[in-house]
């Protein structure tokens, strides 16, 4: 017997991968993928295979979305730091007398049942607000226990509630108390944590915050490389603070994401553009560091470089698990257009996960995320800020959030289904 059909319609369907919205269409799943998309009325043979139709004729449906850019297991918080804040210290002020190494006090001290409920607490506002796949770094344990510790959480929470949680190992993001300098540090991820990592299976990315005063140039190309030897992927932080070349040094190692990106070199962007390097910007770290620019994300875009946006959530930067805010800041603040923006966190920000063969748009044969915005239109989802306007969320073809409430009976179907893979 053939497996029914579920059926969403929508006056405003944004797929992922076309310059306009679907305009009165409709979506049908079998099982957790996506088996077709149409236009006008559902058909009479279509409405005979359904078991379920959802109408969301005044809202828009867009691909699940997705935060590329994360700090999701951490201890603590850092709100002591709002007066520094305010009275003009600068990022790497604060992180002189606190930032990351005050985290990463907090995330060694705290329990693993701790760090999972703080991250699962942070998962489902995330999901609220619209989000289906986050990627989530490490890099607040910076020795070999807590930094494995905090990688086997994103593995568990991955599978205890509904949504993907891809996994990057960060342990270059500071040096810790335990070393005096860089060198000594690089050598023992190198040769003591990464290859644990790898033979856990922990993570499938690794990361380097190359910036002044903290990763050079070499030492991120000295742990770049001893990455890919090792069969991960590469992520790089790379000009946040200081124009260092971080952009083209990750075009130059084939890195699959270059992060942040506010004083990216000019020249470093068609180098970008030319190795396929995703830029994934943060709009909202921007704003929360009251910094004087964005990244140039519009002027990315026109030289041909794939743009994802993501919130990189985090305790110090930007605490706030809204990628909603991220977007309305890379709409006010970088200038980018309603559709621009909503690639940036579907199909583009698939991409810079490695995941854009089963997430970020809505074609057939993919999973059925879906993103329910209460907006007759894209630009309705912009114009309407600071609210949160997601009602209904889809993941692998269940209604994991409805009207805005969360469907415990949905997420474990999705559960019982993921965890049989």
Same mark, same amino acid.
Not at 67 to 79: A, I, K, N
Not at 100 to 105: D, G, L, Q
Not at 220 to 227: L, V
């Given at each position: 017997?053939?497996?029914?059909?579920?059926?969403?319609?929508?006056?405003?369907?944004?797929?992922?991968?076309?310059?306009?919205?679907?305009?009165?269409?409709?979506?049908?799943?079998?099982?957790?993928?996506?088996?077709?998309?149409?236009?006008?009325?559902?058909?009479?043979?279509?409405?005979?295979? $359904?078991?379920?139709?959802?109408?969301?004729?005044?809202?828009?449906?867009?691909?699940?979305?997705?935060?590329?850019?994360?700090?999701?297991?951490?201890?603590?918080?850092?709100?002591?730091?709002?007066?520094?804040?305010?009275?003009?210290?600068?990022?790497?002020?604060?992180?002189?007398?606190?930032?990351?190494?005050?985290? #990463?006090?907090?995330? &060694?001290?705290?329990?693993?049942?701790?760090?999972?409920?703080?991250?699962?607490?942070?998962?489902?506002?995330?999901? &609220?607000?619209?989000?289906?796949?986050?990627?989530?770094?490490?890099?607040?344990?910076?020795?070999?226990?807590?930094?494995?510790?905090?990688?086997?959480?994103? &593995?568990?929470?991955?599978?205890?509630?509904?949504?993907?949680?891809?996994?990057?190992?960060?342990?270059?993001?500071?040096?810790p108390k335990e070393f005096d300098h860089n060198e000594a540090y690089i050598?023992?991820?190198?040769?003591?944590?990464?290859?644990? #990592?790898?033979?856990?299976?922990?993570?499938?990315?690794?990361?380097?915050?190359?910036?002044?005063?903290?990763?050079?140039?070499?030492?991120? &190309?000295?742990?770049?490389?001893?990455?890919?030897?090792?069969?991960?992927?590469?992520?790089?932080?790379?000009?946040?603070?200081? $124009?260092?070349?971080?952009?083209?040094?990750?075009?130059?190692?084939?890195?699959?994401?270059?992060?942040?990106?506010?004083?990216?070199?000019?020249?470093?962007?068609?180098?970008?553009?030319?190795?396929?390097?995703?830029?994934?910007?943060?709009?909202?770290?921007?704003?929360?560091?009251?910094?004087?620019?964005?990244?140039?994300?519009?002027?990315?875009?026109?030289?041909?470089?794939?743009?994802?946006?993501?919130?990189?959530?985090?305790?110090?930067?930007?605490p706030c698990e809204n990628l909603q805010m991220a977007m309305d800041m890379?709409?006010?603040?970088?200038?980018?257009?309603?559709?621009?923006?909503?690639?940036?966190?579907?199909?583009?920000?698939?991409?810079?996960v490695n995941l854009d063969d089963q997430y970020g748009s809505l074609e057939?044969?993919?999973?059925?995320?879906?993103?329910?915005?209460?907006?007759?239109?894209?630009?309705?989802?912009?114009?309407?800020?600071?609210?949160?306007?997601?009602?209904?969320?889809?993941?692998?073809?269940?209604? #994991?959030?409805?009207?805005?409430?969360?469907?415990?009976?949905?997420?474990?179907? #999705?559960?019982?289904?993921?965890?049989?893979?």
């Amino acid at each position: 017997m053939t497996e029914q059909i579920k059926i969403l319609r929508s006056n405003s369907i944004y797929t992922g991968i076309s310059d306009r919205p679907l305009i009165d269409g409709y979506i049908l799943i079998q099982g957790s993928k996506i088996l077709e998309l149409k236009e006008g009325e559902i058909t009479a043979g279509d409405l005979a295979k $359904s078991d379920k139709v959802y109408d969301f004729r005044a809202k828009t449906i867009t691909p699940g979305l997705i935060d590329s850019h994360t700090h999701l297991v951490h201890g603590g918080s850092r709100e002591k730091e709002l007066a520094l804040k305010l009275a003009g210290a600068s990022y790497m002020e604060i992180h002189k007398v606190g930032g990351i190494k005050s985290t #990463v006090a907090a995330t &060694r001290a705290a329990s693993s049942q701790e760090l999972r409920l703080k991250a699962q607490k942070t998962l489902e506002n995330m999901l &609220r607000h619209g989000t289906t796949t986050v990627e989530a770094k490490s890099g607040y344990g910076l020795d070999l226990e807590t930094e494995l510790r905090v990688l086997r959480i994103n &593995r568990e929470l991955d599978k205890i509630q509904p949504m993907t949680v891809v996994s990057t190992y960060m342990g270059a993001h500071d040096l810790p108390k335990e070393f005096d300098h860089n060198e000594a540090y690089i050598d023992f991820m190198i040769n003591e944590v990464m290859p644990k #990592v790898k033979e856990e299976g922990l993570a499938e990315f690794v990361d380097v915050f190359c910036e002044e005063g903290i990763f050079s140039l070499e030492d991120t &190309r000295k742990i770049g490389e001893a990455a890919k030897k090792m069969g991960f992927k590469l992520k790089i932080h790379a000009d946040e603070i200081e $124009s260092m070349g971080g952009a083209g040094l990750a075009a130059e190692l084939g890195a699959t994401s270059s992060e942040h990106l506010m004083a990216i070199a000019d020249e470093d962007i068609p180098r970008m553009a030319d190795s396929g390097t995703v830029a994934v910007v943060l709009p909202a770290t921007t704003f929360f560091l009251r910094a004087e620019r964005f990244a140039p994300a519009k002027k990315m875009r026109a030289e041909g470089v794939t743009v994802a946006i993501a919130s990189d959530y985090n305790p110090g930067s930007s605490p706030c698990e809204n990628l909603q805010m991220a977007m309305d800041m890379a709409c006010f603040g970088m200038g980018l257009e309603p559709l621009e923006i909503l690639e940036g966190v579907t199909i583009n920000a698939a991409k810079a996960v490695n995941l854009d063969d089963q997430y970020g748009s809505l074609e057939a044969g993919k999973y059925a995320d879906f993103t329910i915005f209460d907006a007759s239109s894209p630009d309705y989802i912009f114009y309407h800020f600071g609210v949160n306007n997601v009602t209904d969320v889809f993941k692998w073809g269940e209604q #994991v959030l409805c009207d805005r409430n969360l469907n415990t009976e949905a997420v474990d179907r #999705v559960l019982a289904n993921k965890n049989s893979h």
